[in-house]
C-alpha cells in the first residue's frame, strides 16, 4: 500500500511573518532574522505568492537599515528587487514609492570634526570605511532597481527618479567623491535643479581647476543624449552663481547657442580653437563626437570609438 504524500503545509498571511520577524529583530537578533526573511520568503516564491514575499522582503530591508545593519538591509533590498523581476511586476508609481521607502531608510554616517590624535584619526578610519560600506551596498541596491525598472516599463535608461536617487546618496554620502558617476546618474534623471546645486556645492569644496571640468563634463553628457534643453537649463541655474572664469567654460558659452543651429563649421572651429582646454579631460572628445554625430551627423573616423561611452556604461 503506498504512502501519500505529506501536503505542504499552507503558508499564512504575510502579515503573521512579518510581525514574527519583526519580534525577531526587536530582540536585537539580527543575524537569525536575516535567515528567516531569506528563507521564509523564499517559500513563498516557491508557491507563485509574490506580493506576500515582496512584502515581507520590504519590511525586511527596512527594519535591519533602521537598525543599522547595512549589510542584512541592502541583501533583503537587492532580494525584493530580485523578486519584482521574477514576479514580472511593472513599473509604476506604488513600487517606485516602495523602492524610495527603503532608499530613505539607508542610515547615513557622519565624519568625525575637529580631529587631531591618533585615536581621532582612528576614528576617522573607521567612519570613512563605514560610509564606503553604505554606499556600496546602496549603489547596489539601487543598480538593480534601475536595470529593473528599465526592463519592466521605465525609460530605456532606467526610471529617471531612480537615477537621481543614486546620484544624491554618492554625492552626499561618498567619502571619496567622483563627480563623473554623480553626473552619469544626474543626466539621466529628472531634477536639473538638485543637479545644479550638487554642482555649486562641489565648486565650494573642490581643488582648483576641477569646478570648470565638473560643469564641462555635465554640459556635455546632456548633450551627448542630445538632451540640449537641460543642458541650456542646467546652465542658466548655474549662471545664477559665480562660475569659474577659464576657457573651458567659455567653450561650453559658445557650444550650447550653436548647437541650435545648422552650423557644422563653427562647431568644429570651436573644437579646434579650444583643443588644450578640451584635451584636459580625455572623455571630452568622446563626448564631443557624440555630439557631432547626433547634431549634425557626423560619422566617426576613429577605430576606437565608443571607448569612453563604455566606460561611463560601467557606471549604471
Same mark, same amino acid.
Given at each position: 500500500?503506498?504512502?501519500?504524500?505529506?501536503?505542504?503545509?499552507?503558508?499564512?498571511?504575510?502579515? +503573521?511573518?512579518?510581525?514574527?520577524? +519583526?519580534?525577531?529583530?526587536?530582540?536585537?537578533?539580527?543575524?537569525?532574522?536575516?535567515?528567516?526573511?531569506?528563507?521564509? /520568503?523564499?517559500?513563498?516564491?516557491?508557491?507563485?505568492?509574490?506580493?506576500?514575499?515582496?512584502?515581507?522582503?520590504?519590511?525586511?530591508?527596512?527594519?535591519?537599515?533602521?537598525?543599522?545593519?547595512?549589510?542584512?538591509?541592502?541583501?533583503?533590498?537587492?532580494?525584493?528587487?530580485?523578486?519584482?523581476?521574477?514576479?514580472?511586476?511593472?513599473?509604476? =508609481?506604488?513600487?517606485?514609492? !516602495?523602492?524610495?521607502?527603503?532608499?530613505?531608510?539607508?542610515?547615513?554616517?557622519?565624519?568625525?570634526?575637529?580631529?587631531? +590624535?591618533?585615536?581621532?584619526?582612528?576614528?576617522?578610519?573607521?567612519?570613512?570605511?563605514?560610509?564606503?560600506?553604505?554606499? =556600496?551596498?546602496?549603489? /547596489?541596491?539601487?543598480?538593480?532597481?534601475?536595470?529593473?525598472?528599465?526592463?519592466?516599463?521605465?525609460?530605456? #535608461?532606467?526610471?529617471? +527618479?531612480?537615477?537621481?536617487?543614486?546620484?544624491?546618496?554618492?554625492?552626499?554620502?561618498?567619502?571619496?567623491?567622483?563627480?563623473?558617476?554623480?553626473?552619469?546618474?544626474?543626466?539621466?534623471?529628472? #531634477?536639473?535643479?538638485?543637479?545644479?546645486?550638487?554642482?555649486?556645492?562641489?565648486?565650494?569644496?573642490?581643488?582648483?581647476?576641477?569646478?570648470?571640468?565638473?560643469?564641462?563634463?555635465?554640459?556635455?553628457?546632456?548633450? @551627448?543624449?542630445?538632451?540640449? !534643453? =537641460?543642458?541650456?537649463?542646467?546652465?542658466?541655474?548655474?549662471?545664477?552663481?559665480?562660475?569659474?572664469?577659464? =576657457?573651458?567654460?567659455?567653450?561650453?558659452?559658445?557650444?550650447?547657442?550653436?548647437?541650435?543651429?545648422? @552650423?557644422?563649421?563653427?562647431?568644429?572651429?570651436? !573644437?579646434?580653437?579650444?583643443?588644450?582646454?578640451?584635451?584636459?579631460?580625455?572623455?571630452?572628445?568622446?563626448?564631443?563626437?557624440?555630439?557631432?554625430?547626433?547634431?549634425?551627423?557626423?560619422?566617426?573616423? #576613429?577605430?576606437?570609438?565608443?571607448?569612453?561611452?563604455?566606460?561611463?556604461?560601467?557606471?549604471?
Amino acid at each position: 500500500m503506498s504512502r501519500e504524500r505529506p501536503r505542504r503545509a499552507t503558508l499564512p498571511p504575510s502579515e +503573521e511573518n512579518i510581525k514574527k520577524l +519583526e519580534n525577531v529583530i526587536n530582540e536585537g537578533n539580527y543575524y537569525g532574522a536575516q535567515q528567516m526573511y531569506k528563507s521564509i /520568503s523564499a517559500r513563498y516564491v516557491s508557491a507563485q505568492r509574490h506580493s506576500d514575499a515582496l512584502d515581507i522582503l520590504h519590511s525586511g530591508a527596512c527594519l535591519q537599515l533602521k537598525n543599522g545593519q547595512v549589510t542584512c538591509g541592502s541583501e533583503l533590498a537587492v532580494i525584493y528587487v530580485e523578486t519584482l523581476v521574477k514576479a514580472k511586476v511593472p513599473y509604476g =508609481d506604488d513600487v517606485l514609492d !516602495r523602492i524610495r521607502k527603503i532608499y530613505k531608510t539607508f542610515p547615513q554616517i557622519p565624519l568625525p570634526q575637529d580631529l587631531g +590624535e591618533d585615536d581621532d584619526m582612528q576614528q576617522l578610519n573607521e567612519a570613512l570605511g563605514a560610509a564606503k560600506i553604505h554606499v =556600496d551596498c546602496c549603489l /547596489s541596491f539601487l543598480r538593480a532597481a534601475i536595470k529593473w525598472s528599465a526592463e519592466f516599463g521605465a525609460h530605456r #535608461n532606467g526610471s529617471p +527618479e531612480l537615477h537621481v536617487m543614486l546620484a544624491e546618496y554618492v554625492y552626499s554620502e561618498s567619502p571619496e567623491l567622483d563627480m563623473t558617476r554623480v553626473s552619469y546618474h544626474f543626466v539621466r534623471g529628472n #531634477n536639473q535643479k538638485k543637479f545644479a546645486s550638487a554642482l555649486v556645492n562641489f565648486m565650494g569644496k573642490c581643488y582648483p581647476g576641477e569646478d570648470d571640468l565638473a560643469i564641462a563634463r555635465a554640459i556635455l553628457m546632456y548633450l @551627448a543624449m542630445g538632451n540640449l !534643453r =537641460d543642458a541650456n537649463f542646467l546652465m542658466d541655474e548655474l549662471k545664477k552663481h559665480d562660475l569659474p572664469q577659464s =576657457d573651458l567654460i567659455q567653450f561650453v558659452n559658445y557650444l550650447l547657442p550653436t548647437l541650435q543651429r545648422d @552650423a557644422l563649421p563653427l562647431f568644429n572651429m570651436l !573644437r579646434t580653437n579650444y583643443r588644450s582646454s578640451i584635451d584636459r579631460e580625455p572623455a571630452f572628445k568622446e563626448l564631443l563626437d557624440d555630439i557631432a554625430e547626433l547634431f549634425y551627423g557626423v560619422q566617426r573616423k #576613429n577605430p576606437l570609438q565608443g571607448m569612453f561611452g563604455d566606460i561611463f556604461k560601467m557606471m549604471g
